[in-house]
């Protein structure tokens, strides 16, 4: 039995190191300029090499990663008659039997914290809806120093637990959401000017549905 168990810590593990340098490797293939795909063996990704980051990731990440750790774990929930789906990167089971959500990102410059309060906080709604009790939010910026990290209590005060970053709660980040959702099936209903960048259409949602790219 603790043979199996160990297996698939190890499997998880390794399984999480392939997603990690696929995602950076990924991104980098993205943003590279053409031509130089060729050199990727040697490339350097925001100042850190593919190497450098991956240490930076398994030096914070070593005692933490086990068997019951989740990667990109789907969250297709329903709140208040609107469908949403997230895809978490990592959720791990802590001892307590409660979970953390675990968002990595390679920026350079902290995440506008809108952004960030949105997109952990929606990630902690879902996971609550399928039944895991949330009680710790971290934004690993591995090109920062340190993790951003959050703890949630049960009232849904959502509390920085480095002491630097403002708090909020999660029934705030529901009523954000649902206001935007709401904005978008009204647009998607009565019609909305499209942008006139294509830029702006890169990594939109709503591609599929947008009249611009109707063929
Ligand atoms: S694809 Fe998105 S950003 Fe582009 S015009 Fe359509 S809705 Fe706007």
């Given amino acids: 039995m603790v043979k199996i168990i160990k297996v698939k810590a190890i499997v998880s593990i390794l399984l999480f190191i392939t997603f990690l340098v696929t995602l950076f490797s990924g991104i980098g293939l993205m943003i ?3 031509g130089k795909v060729a050199n990727m063996t ?3 990704f925001l100042g850190l090499d593919k190497w450098q980051l991956l240490k930076v990731f398994w030096e914070r990440n070593k005692g933490k990663i086990n068997d019951k750790s989740k990667t990109e774990l789907k969250l297709p929930v329903e709140i208040d008659g609107f469908k949403f789906f997230g895809l978490a ?4 089971t802590l ?3 409660t979970v ?9 410059k902290p995440i506008d914290k809108d952004k960030r309060e949105i997109q952990l906080g929606f990630y902690a709604l879902a996971l609550q809806k399928l039944g895991y009790k949330v009680s710790k939010l971290t934004l690993d ?3 920062l120093e340190k993790p951003v990290e959050f703890g949630l209590d049960s009232e849904g005060e959502v509390t920085s637990l480095n002491g630097r970053e ?7 980040v529901k009523e954000k959401i649902i206001e935007l959702a709401k904005a978008i099936a009204n647009d998607y209903e009565q019609g909305f000017e499209c942008a006139d960048d294509d830029g702006a259409c890169r ?3 709503y591609k599929f549905y947008c009249p611009k790219w109707d063929e």
């Fill in 203 to 205: 990594f939109c949602g």
């Fill in 42 to 44: 040697n490339w350097i």
């Fill in 166 to 172: 403002k708090g909020f709660t999660l029934q705030e």
């Fill in 89 to 92: 990167d990592r959720v791990d």
């Fill in 32 to 34: 590279s300029p053409r």
């Fill in 141 to 143: 910026m591995l090109k």
């Fill in 95 to 97: 001892e307590d039997g």
């Fill in 100 to 108: 953390e959500i675990i968002d990595y990102k390679t920026n350079k």
